[in-house]
């Protein structure tokens, strides 16, 4: 049986991919993974993932700051990007990555809250679905996306936080995106967690380049194991490969409106 996979999730302009993109897309396809969701990280590699979305045909991409690659110019990067969303281009499907992260304690979070609010905004205007990073910040994005109310919604990538946190996400018309960490025993509370979430809401990611899956730690994450992460799932919730595949793949055609 075929599966198809979207990779929701794959920063495919870092290294290893970036010159050997070929390799991997081929990789990816061998395992059904056809279609790639590139999110950038701030103004340094808006043009290298629409370049890519312009050179292959199942990539998409992103345009974003993510909470840790905010720089002193960030009031400049925010009127840029504003620019560029003006301009048409149907390859671009979502704001992001952006969002919070409260990790790390000597962050800025009043500066990052400011950047997470105006790209909600964007996401707003532009009609576009946010990609969210959230760490130790699940309350404070619940409360912004509560005030902005961006009607396309979006995805919490990576999402790691308890059952209610996620529930209160799909409630304002989010998606939760589960990658290579339900391949971990330790994993517990993400596992029963994505046991309990409607498969609706679910979408498939990897992150890679990092992120390594279970039996892979040290090596670089590769986007063809959005198969492996599927296969987790599919043991954790007691559904079949084909169950999972169909829906998720339907899931992600569906917010990014690809
Ligand atoms: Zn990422």
């Known amino acids: 049986m075929a599966f198809r996979f979207i990779d929701s999730h794959c920063h495919f302009d870092f290294a290893p991919f970036k010159g050997n993109e070929a390799l991997y897309l081929q990789m990816a396809k061998d395992r059904g993974v056809t279609t790639f969701i590139v ?19 199942g990539i998409y991409y992103a345009l974003g700051i993510h909470p840790l690659f905010i720089t002193s110019n960030y009031e400049k990067e925010l009127e840029s990007l504003a620019a560029l969303l003006d301009e048409e281009n149907n390859k671009c499907v979502a704001i992001g990555e952006c969002g919070l992260d409260f990790w790390h304690q000597d962050n800025d979070k009043e500066i990052q809250i400011s950047v997470f609010r105006q790209q909600c905004l964007l996401a707003k205007k532009h009609q576009l679905p946010l990609i969210i990073h959230s760490r130790k910040s699940h309350d404070m994005v619940v409360k912004l996306l509560r005030e902005i109310k961006p009607e396309r919604g979006g995805v919490i990538h990576g999402f790691s936080g308890s059952l209610q946190q996620a529930n209160q996400f799909i409630e304002l018309g989010f998606y939760i995106g589960v990658g290579g960490v339900i391949s971990y025993e330790r994993a517990k509370k993400t596992k029963m967690v994505v046991s309990q979430l409607p498969l609706d809401k679910i979408l498939l ?19 063809d194991k959005v198969q492996k992460v599927c296969k987790h799932l599919a043991l954790i919730r007691k559904e079949s490969m084909q169950t999972i595949s169909e829906t998720v793949y339907k899931n992600t055609t569906s917010l990014f409106g690809i």
């Open 39 to 57: 999110p950038s990280v701030n103004q340094s590699n808006w043009n290298q993932v629409n370049g890519l979305s312009k050179q292959f045909d």
């Open 205 to 223: 990611e990897t992150d890679a380049p990092d992120m390594p899956l279970f039996g892979f730690q040290g090596q670089k994450n590769t986007p």
